[in-house]
């Protein structure tokens, strides 16, 4: 009897020690909230019009996923996006358009404690664009006038984390033309400050 109250002791010491280790032990996923600001402008192909970057925001939620030193980490954003144009004959254009944007990179911690990370990362983005708005003359009105929804682009960048908050400046890069017509690909940067719940 005695013995079997030992091994019964012993089993519960140790299913106790297991569990208060693995609370100990740092969460592998995580999920937050992210806002920021973002810098746009579209290149082209035609030689008679120059982008400029115009100032827009974003705003969305975030999860990430980490594996000791490696993380993933995918994100859904509403974005506004804004840039114009400027024409050699002296004439302007503004382009604004709103985008579902889904990123999904996989980073590295380059100095990693518990407190404060330094990460960079890479990886692709999918965006659905919506409500194009365009105030500029006939002619561009009409390149415009297929604005193509869905793109595909890059993107990468570095990031700070400091206990649940994290902040990310990154560069992203359209690979399809948001205008069959005009040819034109979008790419910006991007400033995120987001805060993990847990």
């Not at 382009?95 to 518990?114: E, F």
């Not at 500029?136 to 960048?157: H, P, R, Y």
Request: with cysteine.
């Amino acid at each position: 009897m005695k013995q079997q109250f030992f091994a019964f002791s012993s089993l519960l010491l140790c299913i106790t020690c297991s569990m208060d280790t693995q609370a100990q032990q740092t969460q592998a996923l995580h999920l937050g909230i992210k806002g920021g600001a973002n810098f746009t402008k579209t290149s082209t192909e035609s030689s008679s019009l120059e982008g400029k970057y115009g100032f827009g925001y974003q705003a969305g939620a975030m999860a990430r996923f980490d594996i000791g030193s490696l993380y993933v980490q995918g994100e859904a954003l509403f974005n506004k996006r804004k840039t114009s144009y400027e024409a050699k004959d002296k004439g302007s254009a503004k382009l604004t358009w709103n985008a579902i944007d889904i990123p999904v990179v996989i980073g590295y911690k380059l100095i990693k404690y518990d407190d404060f990370n330094v990460r960079a990362f890479a990886g692709g983005v999918y965006s659905y664009a919506f409500n194009n708005k365009l105030s500029v003359s006939e002619s561009l009105q009409e390149g415009f006038n297929k604005f193509d929804k869905s793109n595909i682009g890059i993107t990468g960048g570095i990031g700070v984390d400091y206990k649940n908050l994290t902040i990310d400046f990154r560069y992203e890069r359209g690979l399809s033309n948001i205008s069959k017509e005009f040819k034109s690909k979008p790419h910006s940067f991007s400033l995120g400050v987001g805060y993990f719940l847990f």
